[in-house]
């Protein structure tokens, strides 16, 4: 892979393996927004990007080589063989057509602290819904950057809301979980840099340990928010798919199950 700057751009030539349409829109995150041109807009670790494909190459717009390298590089995981790991998933016949029809898709490596909350405000809600919550969170107490986009609200600044505070922005029954663990995070009680040096059971049960979080819920925030590339979360959609492995995951799954989770979510939610 080639990287150059060119007139405020960052440009990934011959990158392999990456779809932005199937990762930024597969419900691993919330805040991208396709826009006219086939870009997209959003906002991660406190910054606004608009990312563009054509083809194997990648141009993000109106950024700067220090940016990408201490944020970009890694949110997108560039630097990853996602080639090799779907040829290892496909040596599990099931899933083989299934990676050649959603070629592309990536684990984004978010923010701990917002994948936690944003997979906390999406049980029982769908991707629209999810998506509205978190922008009237992000536009209500988040700091406003450019072109009316507003960064993810810390935990310390969501600590000092009430219950119905949250509910106002259409949280439902979640805004008790939610103010609940606002206060964990910001009073120290909840070490989220923590979890990540723990083996993945150990993580699973910490955020088990947490008010209102359930196993789907935990297993979405290792995998997106902690870089436990081997949890995999199971909702209704990936009950469905777990009828087709009667004796549990093949053996290539092991280590990138969550990878090949959203190659069978994706196709869960398109074809059952």
């Not at 991208?32 to 406190?46: I, L, M, P």
């Not at 050649?100 to 769908?126: K, P």
């Not at 922008?135 to 009316?148: F, I, K, M, Q």
């Not at 993580?203 to 590339?229: D, H, M, P, Q, S």
Request: aromatic content about 12%.
């Amino acid at each position: 892979m080639k990287v150059k700057t060119e007139k405020g751009n960052v440009i990934l030539e011959g990158v392999e393996c990456i779809n932005l349409d199937l990762t930024l829109d597969c419900g691993q995150a919330f805040r991208w927004v396709k826009q006219d041109d086939g870009s997209w807009n959003g906002v991660a670790f406190g910054k606004f990007l608009n990312i563009a494909q054509d083809g194997s190459t990648v141009i993000l717009r109106d950024t700067d080589l220090d940016t990408y390298e201490k944020i970009w590089r890694h949110y997108f995981d560039f630097d990853k063989d996602y080639a090799a790991i779907c040829a290892t998933l496909k040596k599990d016949s099931l899933i083989a057509p299934t990676v050649d029809e959603y070629y592309g898709i990536r684990i984004l490596n978010q923010d701990s602290w917002e994948a936690l909350c944003t997979f906390v405000i999406s049980q029982q809600n769908n991707i629209k819904r999810i998506k509205g919550i978190v922008e009237r969170l992000c536009t209500a107490y988040g700091d406003e950057l450019e072109n009316g986009w507003h960064t993810f609200p810390s935990a310390e600044r969501l600590s000092a809301l009430s219950v119905e505070d949250f509910e106002a922005l259409g949280t439902g029954y979640r805004a008790k979980y939610l103010e609940r663990l606002s206060k964990a995070v910001a009073g120290g009680e909840l070490d989220l840099d923590g979890i990540k040096s723990m083996s993945l059971d150990e993580a699973r049960k910490t955020l088990l340990g947490i008010y209102g979080v359930g196993v789907k819920v935990a297993n979405c925030a290792l995998l997106f928010g902690f870089e436990f590339y081997d949890a995999f979360p199971v909702d209704v959609w990936m009950k469905r798919v777990m009828e087709y492995y009667p004796d549990g995951l093949p053996e290539c799954f092991d280590g990138i199950g969550g990878i090949a989770q959203q190659y069978l979510f994706h196709w869960a939610r398109n074809n059952l």
